[in-house]
T-cell receptor
Framework: AQSVTQPDIHITVSEGASLELRCNYS??????LFWYVQSPGQGLQLLLK??????LVQGIKGFEAEFKRSQSSFNLRKPSVHWSDAAEYFC???????????FGAGTRLTVKP | EAQVTQNPRYLITVTGKKLTVTCSQN?????MSWYRQDPGLGLRQIYY???????DKGDVPEGYKVSRKEKRNFPLILESPSPNQTSLYFC???????????FGPGTRLTVL
């Protein structure tokens, strides 16, 4: 079945530590890929997106994501986490030849001082 | 300022009382959509609209209606709300298709 999976429901990292949030997708053709962030009580903000080309994508707020076709993954990374990064992160896809955006269940990030 | 606005932001109602949540965007976007967010389920699409007078069902359309009479507005209508529609609702828009959508601030709906 077609799906977007974020294996980690909740991750806790120390401020200044590196971060990687995982996202896997299951679609016949490579979909368009996105990461969104939702701060408490806020709407969703687009961090970055991948359509084609360079598999390492730079986004806002110092985030980057790497598309790996062989692993059907689009993991989000940040070298050094700040306390303000505490939020919920959603991986999303728009399947090829489709207009529907499908979201993963989300990963909640807690940042320890 | 480019934005998607939703009203109301918070709503508590009772079963069966019809309600409308409005959504408006000022970016001249063709594509608009509605999602509901529930714990552990992420966001699920309710309805989307490719353009004026063009709407289609998403993953969870039951119990909801939409209309797209103007490009900027995409109201979500619950004709007879039920407690299982208690959720956080987001409206979103994009220039075309579901790509890189701008999201509204959300409407938290409680149906008693």
């Amino acid at each position: 079945a077609q799906s977007v999976t974020q294996p980690d429901i909740h991750i806790t990292v120390s401020e200044g530590a590196s971060l990687e949030l995982r996202c896997n997708y299951s679609y016949g053709a490579t979909p368009y890929l996105f990461w969104y962030v939702q701060s408490p009580g806020q709407g969703l903000q687009l961090l970055l997106k991948y359509f084609s080309g360079d598999t390492l994508v730079q986004g806002i707020k110092g985030f980057e994501a790497e598309f790996k076709r062989s692993q059907s993954s689009f993991n989000l990374r940040k070298p050094s986490v700040h306390w303000s990064d505490a939020a919920e992160y959603f991986c999303a896809v728009v399947p090829y030849n489709n207009n529907d955006m499908r979201f993963g269940a989300g990963t909640r990030l807690t940042v320890k001082p | 300022e480019a934005q998607v606005t939703q009203n109301p932001r918070y709503l508590i109602t009772v079963t069966g009382k019809k309600l409308t949540v409005t959504c408006s965007q000022n970016m001249n976007h063709e594509y608009m959509s509605w999602y509901r967010q529930d714990p552990g389920l992420g966001l699920r699409q309710i309805y989307y609209s490719m353009n004026v007078e063009v709407t289609d069902k998403g993953d969870v359309p039951e119990g909801y209606k939409v209309s797209r009479k103007e490009k900027r507005n995409f109201p979500l209508i619950l004709e007879s709300p039920s407690p299982n529609q208690t959720s956080l609702y987001f409206c979103a828009s994009s220039p075309s298709g579901g790509f890189g959508q701008f999201f509204g601030p959300g409407t938290r709906l409680t149906v008693l």
